[in-house]
Every structure is written in C-alpha cells, then in structure tokens.
C-alpha cells in the first residue's frame, strides 16, 4: 500500500478547512513540526481511514468520538493508494448529531479507462471492511507490528509473547489461507465421518429387515390357505342369494298387477261420478227453459211502444239544444258587456294615478332637495372649522421639525463609536478564549512533566532525566505565568468595555426612540397639508352644489301647484264617463231578450225524466226476450245429450265389475315377503363379511410379496454398501492427513521455519550498521524441555560482546536498535510475500534514545535501505536528525486547526 493522497478534516486537532497531503511525488519523507502541532495525528488518519483504528484511543468505549476535534460534529478522512498496480480510495466519515454516532465507509477502484473511480462498498461498514482488509491482505495488527512504527512502540512485535510473535508472522506471510484449507479439511472428515456414521445405522436397519423375511414367508402361506377356504364358502352363499332375490322378483311382480288394477277401478269410478253429476245438471237446465218458456210478453206490443217513446225523445232533445245555444250566446255577451266594463275603469283609474305619481315624485324631489341643502349648509360650516384647526396644527409641527437637522449629525456620530468599540471588544473576547485554550494546554503540559512516575516525556516519548525535567517544569511555569498576566489584562478590559458598550447602548435606544418621533412629525405636517389642500376644494364643490339646488327647488314648486289642479278636474268627472258609452248599453239590452227565452223552453224540459226512465224498461225487455229465444232454439240439442250421457254411464259400470273380478282373482301371502326379505339381508351380510375377509387376505398378500421383493433388493444393497464403507474410510483418513499437515505444526510451521532465516538475515544485516558489527539477531522457533523433547516457539536471542542474552536484558537505546532492525527485516517479508518491492515504510519518533552517533547511524540505515522502499515516512522534532532529509512537511498548529506546508531542503 503506497499513499498518493490524504484529505482530512475535523480529525484531532486539524480543523474545519480541508487539508489535502499529496504523497505522490515524494519517496523520503519527514514529517516535523512542533510537539502537539498534528505529526502523529496526521498518521492516525492514515490507519482510522483504511482500518478505523488509531493510536490511544483503539481501547476507549467510543473511539470514534475520541477523534472528532472539540465543537465539530462531523469529521472526514479519505486515502487515495496504490496496490497492485492498482489505484484505490477509501473514504471513511463519522458524525454525531444529537446525541446519535453515524459512520460511513466507501471503498473505490480507478478506472484508467473512464477516468473515474468505480465503487466497491458493500451493504453494510462491516462488510466494506472486511472487503479492504481482504484486498490488502493485511489488517491493523499485522501493519503496526511490521511496516509501522508507532510513536513509543517501536518494541510493539519484540515485547509480544512468543505465541504472539507466531501469529503476527502468520498473517504476515498469510498464512490464514492454510487455516481455511485446515477448516476445510477437517469439514471434509466431519462430513464423510457424519457419512460413514449414517452408512453403518442403514446396514444395522438393513440386517435388522433381512431378519423378518423367514417369518415373512410362513405367514405368507398361511393367508394363501386361509384364502382358498373362504372362495368356496363365498360361493354356496351367493347361490342361497340369487335363489331368495328370484323369489322376491315374482312376489314384487304380482304386487305390481294388483296396483295396476286397483288404479284402473279408481279411475273409472270416477268417471262414472263424473258423467252422472252431469247428465243430472243437463236434465235441469231442460226443466227450466221449458216453464219460463210459459210466461214470455208479447213482442209486438214491445216494439210498437219503444218507436212512440223514441220520437217523443227526440223532440226533447232539440229543445235541449235550443235552450243551450241561448245560453252560449248570453255568456258570450255578459263576458263581452263586462270586459268593456273594467277597460273603461282601468283606462280612468290608470290616468289618475298617473297624475297621483307625478304628483309624489314632484313631492320627493322637493323634500329631497331641502334637506340636502340643509346638510351642505351644515358640511360649509363644519370644513371652513376644520380647515382653521388644520393651520394651526401645521403651524405647530412645522416649528418642532426645525432641530432635526443637528440632531440627526450628533446621532450618527454616537453610533460611529458605538460600532468601534464593539468590535474591539469583539476582538478581545477572541483572544481571551485563545489564550484560555492555551492555559488548559499548558497545565496539561505541566501536570504530565511534574507526573515523577513516568520517566518519559509524554509528548515524544523520549526517556528524561530529572534535570531535564525540572528545567522543562519551570520553563512552563515562566510561560503559564506570563499567559495569566495577558489574560488578567484582557479580562480587565473586557469588563470596562462592556459597561461603557451598555450604557452607550441605552443611550442609542433612546436616540433611536427620538428619531422615530422625527419622523412622525413629518408624516404629520405631510398628512396636514395634504388634507388642508384637499378640505379647500371640497368647501368650494359644496357651495357650487347649494346655489344649483336653489333653482331647481324653485322649478319644482310650480310644477307641483299644477299637477295637483288636475287631479281634482279628473276625479270630478268620474260619475258622468261610463255613461256615455253606446257598446255597453247594447250588451245589456241584448242579455235581457235571451233570459226570457230560455225561461220558456225550461218549463217545456219539466217532464223529459220520466219519458226517459220508461223508455230504458221497454229496451231491457226486448234484449231479455231475445237472450231467452237462442236458449229455448237449443232444447232438441240437450234432449239429444241426455240420451247419450245415460249410453256411457252404463259402459262405464260394466267395465268397473270386470276390473273388480280381476282383483278379486289376484292373491298375495304376506309372510313370504318379510320371509324372503330377512333371508336375503342375512345373506347379503355373510356375503359383505366374507368379501371383507378376502380383501383383509389379499392385502396381507400383497403387501407380503412386496416386502420380501424390498428385502430382496435390500440384500443386493447390503452387498454394494460394504465397498461404499472402504472408499469412505478412505477418504476419511486422506483428510485428516491434509487437516494435519495445513495446520499449526504442519506447512505453517515450515513456512515460518524457512521464514525466519530470511528475518535474521536481513535484520543482521541492518543491526550490523548500527552497531558496528558488535551484535547479532538469534530467533529460536524450537527449544529443548528438560523433560525431553522440544516445544515450538519465538523467542529472541541477542549475541554481542557480553555473550548471548534475550531481548528483554536490553533497554534504551540498544533495544531501539534490535527492534528497529527485526522491524525492517519484518517489513521486507511483508513485501516479498506479495511478489512486489516493499511499499511503505513509517516510522513516528522514536529516535530521542539515540546519542549523536547512534542517530547517524540510524539515518545511515535509512539511507541505505531506501532503495528496498517506494515511500518512506519519518516523525521526528530532533533539529540534528530531521534537517538529514530533502522533503520537509511542515506541521503548524493555529486558530483554524493544524495546517500542512510541503518545504523541500535539497
């Protein structure tokens, strides 16, 4: 993994605006600047960003949030990186919003092609990392123990236990595939265990049915015996069977005739009943038409008397008519008489009313005109008032506006040093809380020198001696000193600001207050004016309106005298208007001569009822004697059906005493039939049992043959499983010869066997610059026991100038050196297990231990392993040892958050 591009924002004490590290162009880097200033932190973005973990606060409940710079809510890293001759960028995004910790994660791959990058991320942050852990083939642990050197745990793989320096090499070398093709195998022993474990439970089920086919077989034969005993008793039953429904047929037939007669006798009983009933009422109805035939009126006498009453009808009936056209024409000329009437009252009244409305208009109008110069009378008096008040009131207002002018300057003025001092005081209140933050830094600062249980320096890491310490103690003493006295300073300031800004700000409340009654005036003294223009001319319209009204109050006075003349002339000449008219005294003398004559023709009416009533009995007796003559013409016809009705009665008698012999000559026992009945139940039960019984036999044989053919197959199976049981043990033992040799003591353990020469080598290698050949890396991955035998392990042997000790007799600066050798040498494993030169190298403080000497031979070693690295990333404050490097990037810390500057040195 190379580093191309960092961008940050909001990580520990980088702020706000976005900082942007290019690696790209860089192969040797030193990373400087100031304890505290972001160096560290800057590598921390590095591993929370790929990994989501950084130093000191891996442990903490909520590392996360741990990370985040003080006041923000939200913070952001992402790395861009080739791997593989491939480009990727990792974008990892934490941010807490009330109360509640989002994280987000995207995984990207550059495509040369598009010139875009293609997204990887998976469904879920656990996924995405699991995904950027595999494609690296590394994960956190594994990075910090090999290819980066953490301030202060430049130890981190030496001082681990044994068991855990064997892990760390593992994944170094990755062997983690091994343990998957372990788990693999031993899967494959479970699953062909589990197989052979099912394959010997169907071989004991398989013995266990073969056990039952001798059983199987007797009873197989007895049910065949037993089957054939039950075909000839079923036999002699199903002949006792059809005899006895034989029987029952007959019996059922004779009883079928016997219904059949019977039914016929019924029926033509009833049709005997059924034509006697009838010729009886023929034979009454003859009877009679005969006697009313005795008592019928003379026709003649009928007819004659009917022509005299309609001719006397008819006579009627034109006088009827005569007396209705009278009428008509009396209601014609009474419509007429009185239509001619209402014209000519309505023709009158309409013009006096007309007069009467001209009149009330005039009246109005008059009334309407008085009383709206009554009120522009009364609207002249009340303006000219106001328009005096209006004057005076301009008058007034105009002398208040005559200080504005000066007080507007002096407002102004007041203002111009209100906003002055409030923003000096603005600026002050900002450098008190930066001078605060610094006093909680400087007693952080403090609190960790005075600590006289930690040696070390707890910025760099650095071991101290107590001389060292107490003149760092009391140089921050000096400095916490004179930081409280620029803070007292501009405390005090900050107090006498803020009073005078109070009270000035009252005072400008009350300016402001005064401005606006300014400004009211104005719109006051406008108002005025404009309404005093305004009452002026609407005083001139009213007096114009009045002296109009004045004349035509005159006009109207005279017309109103005349009309009124006229009406009294119109209502004098009402009495003598209707008699003047000649079409109405015609009406009424034409009226009078109709009523006379049909007076006349209603006493000629008075007895036309009666004639009527009379005539409707004549005509209802004509209509009866000519219903009762067709009945009369049909007696010779009823004569005739009499004697035939008698003929059919007779042959209908005869035939009923023939059916009545045939049912007589029928005879049925009754107790044959239940006989006959219970017989053939019994039988038809013995036959069902017996049917139930062979079914039962039948079964039983059929599912005993298909038993011994499955006990049959079963044995040719039983023969074909024991091969089958070979093969499985085979392959069980096959896998557990791989499980063995992918696991811990198999290939893996050869593979850090051949691995740890390579480690030795090249650690050697380095340690034999920085100690001149005076020391010598052993790592012993077996020991003896006292017991006998050996035990794998890890341990670390040192050969120098006293003899061979373990790792952990040294300190200080000669343990830096071995822990700085074996690291490297762990580094270029790392490499040369991916195929590919070494990547990156990084190393954070660390180098504080060293004299003069020792660091120029640790920068010697820098500079002669530089060629096995492609980017090389050195932390270090030490002026001696940093200013050895061309490529300088320079951390600042200020108000913003730390800020990144790229110095190239040569």
């Given at each position: 993994?190379?580093?191309?591009?960092?961008?940050?924002?909001?990580?520990?004490?980088?702020?706000?605006?976005?900082?942007?590290?290019?690696?790209?162009?860089?192969?040797?880097?030193?990373?400087?600047?100031?304890?505290?200033?972001?160096?560290?932190?800057?590598?921390?973005?590095?591993?929370?960003?790929?990994?989501?973990?950084?130093?000191?606060?891996?442990?903490?409940?909520?590392?996360?949030?741990?990370?985040?710079?003080?006041?923000?809510?939200?913070?952001?890293?992402?790395?861009?990186?080739?791997?593989?001759?491939?480009?990727?960028?990792?974008?990892?995004?934490?941010?807490?919003?009330?109360?509640?910790?989002?994280?987000?994660?995207?995984?990207?791959?550059?495509?040369?092609?598009?010139?875009?990058?293609f997204p990887l991320t998976e469904k879920t942050v656990r996924q995405t990392q699991e995904k950027i852990e595999t494609t690296l083939g590394l994960d956190y642990e594994t990075f910090i123990n090999s290819a980066f050197l953490r301030q202060g745990q430049s130890n981190e793989f030496s001082k681990k236990s044994p068991r855990d320096r064997k892990i760390i090499l593992a994944n170094i070398l990755g062997l983690s595939k091994y343990d998957k093709l372990q788990q693999a195998a031993l899967e494959k022993v479970r699953y062909y265990n589990d197989a052979k474990k099912l394959h010997l439970q169907t071989e004991e089920q398989i013995n266990a049915e073969l056990e039952k086919e001798a059983a199987l077989k007797a009873a197989q034969a007895e049910n065949c015996k037993n089957l054939e005993i039950l075909n000839s008793g079923a036999i002699q039953i199903q002949t006792q069977f059809q005899n006895n429904l034989e029987q029952k047929n007959k019996l059922a037939e004779q009883k079928k005739e016997f219904d059949q007669v019977a039914k016929e006798t019924g029926i033509q009983q009833a049709k005997t009943d059924q034509k006697i009933a009838e010729l009886r009422a023929v034979i009454k109805q003859w009877r009679n038409i005969q006697a009313k035939s005795l008592k019928l009126p003379d026709i003649?006498?009928?007819?004659?008397?009917?022509?005299?009453?309609?001719?006397?009808?008819?006579?009627?009936?034109?006088?009827?008519?005569?007396?209705?056209?009278?009428?008509?024409?009396?209601?014609?000329?009474?419509?007429?008489?009185?239509?001619?009437?209402?014209?000519?009252?309505?023709?009158?009244?309409?013009?006096?009313?007309?007069?009467?409305?001209?009149?009330?208009?005039?009246?109005?109008?008059s009334t309407q005109n008085k009383k709206i110069m009554q009120q522009k009378s009364a609207a002249i008096k009340d303006l000219s008032g106001k328009l005096d008040l209006m004057a005076k009131e301009q008058e007034q207002t105009s002398k208040k506006l005559n200080g504005k002018e000066l007080f507007e300057q002096a407002a102004n003025n007041i203002k111009a040093q209100f906003e002055k001092r409030r923003a000096f005081y603005q600026s002050c209140i900002d450098r008190g809380n930066f001078l605060k933050t610094e006093k909680v830094d400087l007693e952080e600062r403090k609190t960790a020198i005075q600590d006289i249980h930690n040696p070390a320096c707890p910025f760099c890491e650095q071991m101290l001696t107590a001389k060292r310490k107490q003149?760092?103690?009391?140089?921050?003493?000096?400095?916490?000193?004179?930081?409280?006295?620029?803070?007292?300073?501009?405390?005090?300031?900050?107090?006498?600001?803020?009073?005078?800004?109070?009270?000035?700000?009252?005072?400008?409340?009350?300016?402001?207050?005064?401005?606006?009654?300014?400004?009211?005036?104005?719109?006051?003294?406008?108002?005025?004016?404009?309404?005093?223009?305004?009452?002026?001319?609407?005083?001139?319209?009213?007096?114009?309106?009045?002296?109009?009204?004045?004349?035509?109050?005159?006009?109207?006075?005279?017309?109103?005298?005349?009309?009124?003349?006229?009406?009294?002339?119109?209502?004098?000449?009402?009495?003598?208007?209707?008699?003047?008219?000649?079409?109405?005294?015609?009406?009424?003398?034409?009226?009078?001569?109709?009523?006379?004559?049909?007076?006349?023709?209603?006493?000629?009416?008075?007895?036309?009822?009666?004639?009527?009533?009379?005539?409707?009995?004549?005509?209802?007796s004509i209509q009866d004697y000519s219903q009762f003559r067709q009945e009369f013409d049909a007696q010779a016809n009823r004569r005739l059906l009499i004697t035939l009705l008698i003929k059919e009665v007779r042959e209908l008698q005869k035939n009923i005493v023939l059916l009545t012999n045939r049912l007589n000559a029928i005879t049925i026992d009754p107790n044959i039939?239940?006989?006959?009945?219970?017989?053939?139940?019994?039988?038809?039960?013995?036959?069902?049992?017996?049917?139930?019984?062979?079914?039962?036999?039948?079964?039983?044989?059929?599912?005993?043959?298909?038993?011994?053919?499955?006990?049959?197959?079963?044995?040719?199976?039983?023969?074909?499983?024991?091969?089958?049981?070979?093969?499985?043990?085979?392959?069980?033992?096959?896998y557990q010869f791989l499980a063995?040799?992918?696991?811990?003591?198999?290939?893996?353990?050869?593979?850090?066997?051949?691995?740890?020469?390579?480690?030795?080598?090249?650690?050697?290698?380095?340690l034999a610059k920085l100690t001149d050949n005076q020391a010598q890396i052993f790592i012993e991955s077996v020991r003896d026991l006292k017991s006998g035998g050996v035990k794998e392990t890890m341990d670390i042997q040192i050969?120098?100038?006293?003899?061979?000790?373990?790792?952990?007799?040294?300190?200080?600066?000669?343990?830096?050196?071995?822990?700085?050798?074996?690291?490297?040498?762990?580094?270029?494993?790392?490499?040369?297990?991916?195929?590919?030169?070494?990547?990156?190298?990084?190393?954070?403080?660390?180098?504080g231990s060293q004299d003069e000497e020792g660091l120029t031979k640790v920068m010697s070693s820098i500079l002669a392993i530089q060629e096995d690295f492609l980017k090389i990333i050195i932390v270090s404050h030490l002026s001696e040892f940093k200013d050895n490097f061309p490529i300088h990037f320079i951390i600042e810390k200020k108000l913003g958050g730390s800020e990144i500057k790229i110095e190239e040195r040569g």
């Open positions: 993994m190379i580093p191309r591009k960092l961008e940050l924002k909001n990580f520990l004490s980088y702020g706000e605006n976005m900082q942007t590290v290019d690696f790209s162009r860089h192969s040797l880097i030193c990373l400087s600047g100031k304890n505290g200033n972001g160096k560290s932190a800057l590598l921390d973005a590095l591993t929370w960003v790929v990994w989501g973990q950084a130093r000191k606060i891996t442990a903490a409940v909520k590392p996360d949030e741990g990370l985040l710079r003080l006041g923000q809510s939200r913070m952001m890293v992402s790395l861009e990186f080739d791997f593989n001759q491939s480009i990727y960028r990792v974008r990892r995004e934490f941010a807490k919003t009330y109360g509640k910790a989002q994280l987000a994660l995207d995984f990207e791959v550059y495509d040369a092609s598009s010139d875009r990058f003649n006498k009928l007819e004659l008397e009917k022509q005299t009453l309609q001719k006397k009808e008819q006579i009627f009936l034109d006088l009827r008519q005569e007396s209705l056209k009278h009428q008509e024409e009396i209601i014609k000329n009474k419509e007429f008489y009185q239509k001619r009437l209402v014209m000519l009252e309505s023709n009158f009244e309409k013009k006096l009313n007309e007069l009467k409305l001209a009149i009330e208009r005039s009246e109005f109008t003149f760092l103690g009391t140089k921050l003493v000096k400095s916490e000193i004179f930081l409280n006295t620029r803070l007292t300073r501009i405390t005090n300031i900050i107090k006498k600001l803020k009073v005078i800004l109070v009270e000035q700000h009252k005072q400008i409340l009350n300016i402001d207050k005064e401005f606006n009654l300014y400004k009211q005036l104005e719109a006051k003294f406008d108002d005025v004016t404009k309404k005093i223009e305004e009452t002026k001319l609407g005083l001139a319209d009213y007096k114009k309106e009045l002296a109009e009204l004045e004349v035509e109050e005159s006009k109207t006075a005279f017309n109103l005298n005349k009309e009124k003349d006229m009406l009294t002339q119109q209502e004098s000449d009402r009495l003598t208007h209707f008699a003047k008219d000649k079409e109405l005294e015609d009406s009424a003398k034409k009226i009078a001569v109709l009523d006379q004559e049909v007076a006349k023709i209603k006493k000629k009416l008075f007895d036309y009822s009666e004639m009527q009533a009379q005539l409707k009995r004549v005509e209802a039939e239940s006989t006959l009945e219970k017989n053939i139940f019994e039988l038809k039960k013995n036959i069902e049992e017996v049917a139930k019984q062979k079914e039962t036999l039948t079964l039983q044989i059929g599912r005993a043959d298909n038993e011994l053919g499955r006990l049959e197959k079963l044995r040719v199976k039983a023969e074909s499983r024991k091969d089958k049981l070979k093969q499985l043990d085979q392959e069980i033992e096959d063995s040799t992918f696991g811990k003591n198999g290939i893996q353990a050869l593979l850090i066997e051949d691995a740890v020469p390579e480690i030795e080598t090249e650690a050697n290698r380095i050969s120098d100038a006293a003899g061979i000790r373990p790792y952990e007799m040294y300190s200080g600066g000669e343990a830096f050196r071995i822990d700085f050798a074996l690291r490297i040498a762990i580094s270029k494993l790392l490499a040369n297990r991916a195929g590919t030169p070494l990547q990156t190298l990084i190393i954070d403080e660390g180098f």
